[in-house]
């Protein structure tokens, strides 16, 4: 019983370079999210979807790109790094609903040098 | 308004009750959550507060909901080194879309 699971868990990129952070769920939820964590911010929403095929902005989207083509995977892209996203990610789903839990995936730790 | 506010930081001695506050702001807000993250890991669902219930009690835990001044709290009773972590308080917004979460309270446990 995998739940969320993110990919990778660490990574370090130089500033300009490119990356895709992965998020697969086998729960088969409707919603998924992406979040930043940074210390004294507590999670910030970065892009989520509520269903196949579409997306939506949270709080904190520029520089990041977000794709969901399949219902289980939620991809988070960065088109050219800064060292202000570096940061923990966390990959999150839930179910529809109003009192539905949100399962979090363990995080990706990335380091934009 | 969508903000979530927590205080960032608790200290409590083991065996003692821990209370954690949150404030909230947007009066639409039908659930109310409380979120555990242990080091290195993700966040996990510890209780929820309906909001036309004031008091919600699960073993250890205890929610009290002031609606009128939009406060949240949650009190852990005979806290253990093992409740050692962050604490989020959540609230889900626009349909219930978007979960929106406060900045984390870390509670420290002295043995």
């Known amino acids: 019983n995998a739940g969320v699971t993110q990919t990778p868990k660490f990574r370090v990129l130089k500033t300009g370079q490119s990356m895709t952070l992965l998020c697969a769920q086998d729960m088969n939820h409707e919603y998924m999210y992406w979040y930043r964590q940074d210390p004294g911010m507590g999670l910030r929403l970065i892009h989520y979807s509520v269903g196949e095929g579409t997306t939506a902005k949270g709080e904190v989207p520029d520089g990041y790109n977000v794709s969901r083509l399949k219902k289980q995977n939620f991809l988070l892209g960065l088109e050219s790094a800064a060292p202000s996203q570096t940061s923990v990610y966390f990959c999150?789903?839930?179910?529809?609903?109003?009192?539905?839990?949100?399962?979090f995936g363990q995080g990706t730790r990335l380091t934009v040098v | 308004g969508e903000d979530v506010e927590q205080s960032l930081f608790l200290s409590v001695r083991e065996g003692d009750s821990s209370v954690i506050n949150c404030t909230y702001t947007?009066?639409?807000?039908?659930?109310l959550y409380w979120y555990k993250q242990e080091p290195g890991a993700g966040l996990q669902l510890l209780t929820y507060?309906?909001?036309?219930?004031d008091m919600k009690q699960d073993q250890r835990l205890t929610v009290l909901l002031n609606k009128k001044d939009k406060h949240l709290s949650l009190r852990i009773a005979d806290t253990q080194t093992g409740d050692s972590a962050i604490y989020f308080c959540?609230?889900?917004?626009?349909?219930?879309?978007?979960?929106?979460f406060g900045i984390g309270t870390k509670l420290q446990v002295i043995p």
């Open positions: 507060i309906f909001s036309n219930m």
């Open positions: 959540a609230e889900a917004l626009r349909g219930y879309q978007k979960v929106t």
């Open positions: 947007d009066s639409s807000s039908t659930y």
């Open positions: 999150a789903s839930r179910r529809t609903g109003y009192l539905s839990e949100a399962f």
